[in-house]
C-alpha cells in the first residue's frame, strides 16, 4: 500500500521518516494535491505547471522541494520576489494570501496551511540544499539549477538573477562619486530663490544638491511635494556647467505607462518656462517624455529590448518618473542599458502601489527614507552647500557603510497640494500611518468638505447610482458626478454643419475630455458587483436610464475607454483614455463615431481614431486603483469590495485618495472592510539592498 502525501508530515517531522518513503508516491500525491488547489484557485495553473516542469527534471526528488517551488511561483503571481520560508511557516495564510482553515470552500481537501503547519524550517532547509534542483546563491558551479536559495529566501532562478544584478549595478553606481559644480551652492541658491516657508527645511534644495554627488538617486515624495519641481531645477543644476562648457549634456526623461509620460511631459514643459536660468540651458532641457518601454527599444513578443548592456542607451543623464510601477524586471533591463558614466534618477511615491509584476523596487529601496539615516559626513556637506541646517530635521544618524544607499536618497515631505486643511491630505496621511481609528473618525466627523463617506446597504442602494449621476449634489460648483461630461457633449457641441476641420471640434473635444477628467469611479478588484467589470455596467444603466447615453449599443456617443495595451502604430499607449464622440462626415447625414484622445506629446490637443481601430480597449467609468496610478482627477470615488480581499492594502487606500484633486468619496457595501484594508500593510519579499556593501 503507497503512502500518501499527508503520511510525509507526523509531528514532529524527522529526517529519517522522509527518508524512509516511496518518493514516487509521494511525489504522485504532491501534484494531485496541487491540481486541486488550482481548481480552488488557491494556485495558478501556471505554478502546476512548473513543479510538473521541476519533477520531469528529478522523478526522484524530494515532494518538499516541489511544494516550495510550487509556492515560490505562487508567490510571484502575488508580487513577491521570493518564498520565505520562516514566513510561510510562521503565518502560512497571511504569507501565500491564501485562504484560512475556516475556508467554507475548504471540505475534507488539505489547505496549504494545514499541510505546512507540521513542517519546520531547519528540515525544509535541509532538503532543499540538498535537492539538486535548488543552487545555493553563493555557488556559482550550480548556475543552471531552476531554484536558488539564499538565507531563508527562494528563489527561481530568473528573479534571484534579476535582483542580484540589480543590486550589484546599483552599488557600483553608489561608490562613483560625481564631481560637484565649485559653485554649487551659488547655483542652488539662483534656482531657489526664496527658499522654502519660513521655519521648514527645503528639502527640494537638498535633493538637488544630493543628486549632483553620484550617479545615481532617488527623489521620493507624496502628491504635491514638488518631485517635478525639483527635478527640473536638478536638469538646470546639472546641464548648465555642461552648456557653458559647450558640451551639453544629453537627458532623457521616461515613465512606465504612456498615461504618466504624458503627464510627465506637461509638466516639465510647464516648468521648464518658468526656470530662471540662461535660454541655452533651457533649449537644453527636454519636455518630452518617453516610456520606459519604448525608451528601451521593446522587441514585440519578446523580453529582450533593443539597448542592453551591449548596446547601451546614447544618452548622460535618464530621469524616471513614477518608479514606484516599474517592477524587478524592468529595473534589471534598464540599469543593464544605463551607460556607465550616465547618471539615473528615480522619482516616486515610495507609498504608493507597487508594480503589477513582481518586485517593488521603489519600496525596496526606500526604505530607510523616512528616518534618513544620512552619515555625519553626508549630512555636513548638505548643510554647507546647500545653507539649510538638518539639527532639527528628526532624521536618525547613520553610517555610510550600513547605509550605502540611504546617502542617495531624499524624501520631499512638505505637500503643497494636501495642507493641513486638506482632509484629503489628513486622511491620506492617517491611512499611510496606519491608525485606522482615526481615519474612521475624520470620516464620520465630516469636517472637511473635500473628504465624504458613503455607507451603502446592499447592492440595490440607489446612493451610489445619485453619486455617479450628480456627484454630491452640490450645485455646479461642488463635486460632480458623470452627468456633467455628458452634458458638455451635448451643451457644447458645435453646429452638424461646422466643417469637421474646423478648430472648434478640436476645442470641444478637449472641453469633454476635461470635464471627464472631474470625475471617476476607482475599485480595488475587477470581479463582482462593487469591482470593476459590475460598476462599469451598472453605470451604464444608470447612465441609459436617465437618457443621457445609448448604452444599449457597444459604442455610442459618450462611452469612455481605457487602452489596455501600448499600439505604437496609433501612437496610444496602455492606460490613455478616450471618449466616443459625434464628427461631421459628408456621406452620412448625422455624423459618424470618433473616438478622442488627449495628445501625450506635451503640446495639448485632440486626436481622433475610428473605434474599428481600437481592439485593445475597455469601457471606463470605474478603472482600478493600479491603472489610475499616474493620474489625478477633480472627484475621485473609492469603492471597496464587500468583503476582505488579499489585494486590499494601505498602499490601495493611500493610492486611491490620493488621486483626488479636490474631492474624495469613500464608498463602503460593508463596514470593516475600509478599518481592516488600512490595517494591512504590502510586505513584498525581496533581498535587494539587504546585505551590507
Known amino acids: 500500500m503507497s503512502r500518501t502525501f499527508d503520511d510525509l508530515l507526523p509531528t514532529p517531522l524527522d529526517a529519517g521518516h522522509l527518508a524512509a518513503l516511496a518518493p514516487l508516491d509521494l511525489n504522485a500525491d504532491l501534484l494531485a494535491l496541487l491540481d486541486r488547489w488550482v481548481e480552488r484557485g488557491w494556485l495558478r495553473a501556471l505554478d502546476r505547471a512548473f513543479v510538473g516542469f521541476l519533477e520531469e527534471r528529478d522523478p526522484q526528488g524530494n515532494p518538499l522541494v516541489l511544494l516550495a517551488a510550487a509556492l515560490a511561483s505562487h508567490q510571484l503571481g502575488h508580487g513577491h520576489v521570493c518564498l520565505d520560508l520562516g514566513a510561510t511557516l510562521a503565518e502560512p495564510d497571511f504569507a501565500l494570501s491564501l485562504p484560512p482553515e475556516g475556508d467554507a470552500l475548504a471540505g475534507p481537501l488539505l489547505l496549504p496551511s494545514q499541510l505546512l503547519e507540521r513542517l519546520d524550517l531547519a528540515t525544509w532547509r535541509q532538503h532543499l540544499l540538498a535537492s539538486v534542483l535548488v543552487a545555493e546563491g553563493s555557488q556559482p558551479e ?48 539662483q534656482l531657489f530663490e526664496g527658499g522654502a516657508q519660513a521655519g521648514l527645511i527645503d528639502w527640494q534644495k537638498l535633493a538637488c544638491a544630493l543628486a549632483t554627488r553620484s550617479g545615481f538617486s532617488i527623489i521620493t515624495g507624496g502628491p504635491g511635494t514638488g518631485k517635478t519641481t525639483t527635478v527640473v531645477r536638478l536638469l538646470a543644476l546639472l546641464q548648465a556647467p555642461a552648456v557653458e562648457a559647450g558640451r551639453p549634456l544629453r537627458i532623457r526623461l521616461a515613465a512606465p505607462t504612456g498615461k504618466a509620460a504624458a503627464r510627465l511631459t506637461e509638466s516639465i514643459g510647464q516648468q521648464v518656462e518658468r526656470l530662471a536660468v540662461a535660454p541655452a540651458v533651457r533649449d537644453n532641457i527636454p519636455s518630452d517624455v518617453s516610456t520606459v518601454h519604448r525608451l528601451l527599444g521593446s522587441r514585440p513578443g519578446s523580453r529582450h529590448f533593443r539597448h542592453h548592456a551591449g548596446n547601451p542607451l546614447p544618452l548622460d543623464v535618464l530621469v524616471v518618473d513614477e518608479a514606484s510601477m516599474i517592477d524587478l524586471e524592468m529595473m534589471a533591463n534598464l540599469l543593464a542599458a544605463m551607460p556607465e558614466h550616465a547618471r539615473l534618477i528615480l522619482l516616486g511615491d515610495k507609498d504608493q502601489l507597487a508594480s503589477v509584476e513582481a518586485g517593488a523596487v521603489l519600496g525596496d529601496l526606500c526604505r530607510d527614507a523616512e528616518d534618513g539615516y544620512y552619515s555625519a559626513d553626508t549630512q555636513a556637506w548638505l548643510e554647507q552647500v546647500s545653507g539649510e541646517s538638518l539639527a532639527d530635521s528628526g532624521l536618525q544618524a547613520g553610517d555610510a557603510s550600513r547605509h550605502p544607499l540611504a546617502q542617495q536618497v531624499v524624501m520631499l515631505r512638505h505637500s503643497r ?49 445619485r453619486l455617479v449621476l450628480d456627484g454630491l449634489g452640490r450645485g455646479e460648483q461642488g463635486p460632480q458626478g458623470y452627468r456633467e461630461y455628458l452634458q458638455v457633449i451635448l451643451r457644447q457641441r458645435p453646429a452638424l ?5 474646423d478648430p472648434q471640434w478640436n476645442a470641444w473635444a478637449l472641453q469633454v475630455l476635461q470635464a471627464f477628467e472631474r470625475f471617476q469611479l476607482l475599485c480595488a478588484v475587477r470581479k463582482g458587483p462593487w469591482g470593476v467589470e459590475g460598476l462599469n455596467q451598472r453605470v451604464g444603466r444608470v447612465l441609459t436610464a436617465a437618457r443621457l447615453i445609448d448604452g444599449e449599443q457597444p459604442w455610442y456617443e459618450g462611452r469612455p475607454v481605457l487602452m489596455t495595451r501600448n499600439d505604437y502604430g496609433l501612437g496610444l499607449m496602455n492606460g490613455d483614455i478616450g471618449i466616443a464622440l459625434r464628427l461631421p462626415d459628408e456621406q452620412v447625414h448625422d455624423g459618424v463615431l470618433r473616438v478622442a484622445f488627449p495628445r501625450n506629446d506635451g503640446r495639448g490637443g485632440v486626436r481622433f481614431v475610428l473605434p474599428s481601430r481600437l481592439n485593445e480597449v475597455e469601457t471606463v467609468y470605474a478603472m482600478t486603483v493600479h491603472k489610475s496610478q499616474g493620474s489625478e482627477f477633480s472627484h475621485t470615488a473609492l469603492v471597496l469590495p464587500d468583503a476582505l480581499n488579499p489585494v486590499l492594502t494601505k498602499e490601495l487606500i493611500y493610492t486611491g485618495i490620493t488621486r483626488a484633486k479636490d474631492c474624495f468619496s469613500l464608498v463602503e457595501p460593508r463596514s470593516g472592510v475600509f478599518e481592516d484594508a488600512v490595517r494591512r500593510k504590502v510586505k513584498r519579499l525581496s533581498g535587494l539592498m539587504l546585505e551590507q556593501v
Not at 546599483?170 to 551659488?186: F, V
Not at 469636517?447 to 465624504?452: P, S, T
Not at 446592499?458 to 447610482?465: F, M
Not at 454643419?497 to 476641420?501: A, E, F, G, Y
Open 142 to 189: 550550480q548556475a543552471e539549477r531552476p531554484l536558488v536559495i539564499s538565507g531563508d529566501r527562494l528563489y527561481l532562478r530568473r528573479y534571484w538573477t534579476y535582483e542580484r544584478r540589480i543590486d550589484s549595478a546599483l552599488r557600483e553606481r553608489l561608490q562613483q562619486t560625481e564631481a560637484a559644480p565649485h559653485d554649487l551652492r551659488a547655483r542652488l541658491d
Open 417 to 465: 497640494r494636501f495642507g493641513e486643511g486638506s482632509g484629503i491630505g489628513q486622511l491620506a496621511r492617517l491611512v499611510n500611518r496606519q491608525a485606522a481609528p482615526d481615519a474612521r473618525a475624520l470620516l464620520q466627523k465630516g469636517d472637511y468638505a473635500d473628504v465624504y463617506s458613503l455607507s451603502l446597504r446592499g447592492e440595490q442602494d440607489k446612493a451610489l447610482d
Open 497 to 501: 454643419l461646422t466643417p469637421v476641420d
